[in-house]
Each structure stands twice: as C-alpha cells, then as structure tokens.
C-alpha cells in the first residue's frame, strides 16, 4: 500500500515550547497552571480562522440541501475529535446518523485503541471513500493536526477526484498539492509537551469543529433562535428538553405541549408548529417540507422579529 512522505520535523506543533522547557521539574500545581495558561493558543488559533471555518460550514450545508452528506475523515485525535463532532449531530440536531458518517484510519477499533500506523496508509483512506461512494453532492472534510496526514490526504484526493467537494482542517501548512477546496488552519503553535497535539491542537479542532457544524445546522434549518428544535428525544433529559420547548416557543401549557408531542412522535419542531398553526402532525410536517425545514419560515416570523 502506498505511503505518504513523513517531513514532520519543521512543523510547529513539533516545536518544543520555550515557555514549558522545564516541565517535568515543575511542583504538580505548577504543569496545571502552565498548561492551562498555555491553553489559550487554542482560543486564539480558533478565532483566526473564522473566515474559512465559516466557508466550510456554508460548504456543509449545501452539500446536506442537495441530499450529500458530510464525511469526515482523519486518524488517531484528530479522527476521534471528527467522530465525537459527527456522532452528537443526530441527538443534537435530529440529522440522520447516515448523513454524516465518519472513516477512520485502523477502523472501528482506533476509537479505543491507538492505531498510529494506520495513518500512513494513503492507500486505506482512498480506499475508504470509495467504500462510501463519496460523489459530487458530498462535503469531505479531513482533520490532521499535521495537515499531511497520508491516510486523510489520500482520502481527499480521492474525494476529489470523484467529484466531492474537500476541505482540511489542521494545525500546520498542508503540502502546496493537497486536495482541499477549503483550508483551515489553526494556528496554535508549538505544543505545551512537545507534539502532543490531543493539547492545543485538540482543544482548537474541537473549537473549529463545534464552530463548523453549529453553523451548518443553522442554515439546514436544525435550529430556531438559539433553541434545538430537531432534538432526538431519546433520554428523560431530552425529552423533557422537547417539552419545554413546545411549552416556550409554542405559547402553550404543559399539557397541551405534551399531547402535541405525543402527536408529532416526539419531534419538537412539528409539535410547536402544530400548537402555533392549529395543524394536525401532517399538515405540520407538509409545510415544514414547503418552508425548506425551517420553523421560522413556516411560522412566518420575520428574520428581524423575536420568535416569540
């Protein structure tokens, strides 16, 4: 199988950190407070990149409008961090768990257990993407705290070559030929334990990613004001979650919430446009289809006008 160029050496996250050189001399409290101090590299990295983290998203939601998915790939922290984002979009956001699936250098088992040569594998990652028939209508995103990881930058060429549309997010450069249509790159510098990146480089890929698919979502219409309308009701807490919300947006009391709900099989968002619009669960849904899935269009609210 092929193997990509290693040339990690000059990378920043490699780096050791000027600040830290003495780490391992240091009183306990000591690592804790350098550490954390150290931590807000990541906040600043984050924030660099807005521009293409928002580019990205917008990416996303197009490719979920057009019925694609948004496939995530990457190994070790980085692919985990991927999986953690993907796994809470359908709780979270009511987004079918098939519209965002994830591939991962070793597999299922690199979840639990580290897998570190599994990432070299160009090979495996492009192998990965035609196992998922990744095609025009898909947003590909690889995530490698290096930006060459070959298992990532395989999958991306493939991707690509197929038709998807690719994106990388990472800590360093990528090379000049990665298959990327949008790059964010996190700034973050070197490591507190020097290449460590599930440190700094973690803490901003979780941040740029969190940042990634809340927009998305926003856009697909998953979301009303700050409120998470498509949550899965699934726990007590989730599903006392959705009654409130039919409570709140819906101007209704708990009782009239509850049977909405019970009518709507649970889903927040045709129980409140039910309440709101005097619908039964089928009209509600039939005009949530018309209005693009956004309660706001199929109440009729303003974008300008509090929702409630």
């Known amino acids: 199988m092929t193997r990509g160029p290693r040339g990690f050496a000059g990378l920043a ?21 350098r550490s954390l101090r150290e931590s807000s590299a990541a906040f ?12 990205l998203a917008d990416l996303a939601a197009d490719a979920l409008r057009r019925g694609g998915r948004l496939v995530y790939v990457g190994a070790g922290t980085s692919g985990r961090l991927a999986l953690l984002d993907a796994v809470e979009l359908t709780p979270t956001f009511g987004l079918p768990r098939e519209k965002a699936p994830v591939v991962l250098a070793g597999g299922d088992d690199a979840v639990f257990r580290s897998r570190e ?18 095609g025009g ?4 995103v690889g995530v490698s705290a290096s930006g060459r990881t070959p298992f990532v930058l395989g999958a991306l060429a493939e991707a690509q070559r197929r038709g998807a549309t690719t994106g990388l997010v990472g800590c360093n450069a990528p090379p000049r030929d990665a298959a990327a249509d949008v790059i964010v790159l996190l700034r973050t510098g070197p490591e507190v334990l020097a290449g460590s990146t599930r440190m700094n480089a973690g803490t901003a890929t979780k941040l740029a990613l969190n940042a990634l698919s809340l927009a998305a979502m926003v856009r697909i219409g998953k979301v009303h004001g700050n409120r998470m309308v498509d949550v899965r009701a699934g726990s007590a807490k989730l599903r006392d979650r959705a009654l409130r919300l039919v409570e709140e947006i819906g101007c209704v009391d708990r009782r009239s919430a509850a049977a909405a709900l019970r009518a709507s099989t649970g889903h927040a968002k045709t129980a409140i446009l039910m309440v709101r619009r005097h619908l039964t669960a089928r009209e509600a849904r039939s005009l949530l289809h018309a209005r693009g899935d956004s309660l706001r269009a199929a109440l009729g609210v303003p974008s300008g006008a509090r929702s409630r």
């Open 13 to 33: 996250t490699e780096r050791a950190h000027p600040r830290t050189r003495d780490l391992d001399v240091l009183p306990t409290r000591e690592i804790v407070r």
């Open 44 to 55: 600043r990295a984050a924030n660099g990149a807005v521009r293409e983290i928002a580019a």
């Open 117 to 134: 040569g599994a990432e070299d594998l160009a090979e495996d990652g492009a192998a990965g993407m035609r196992t998922l028939q990744v």
């Open 137 to 140: 209508r898909d947003l590909v």
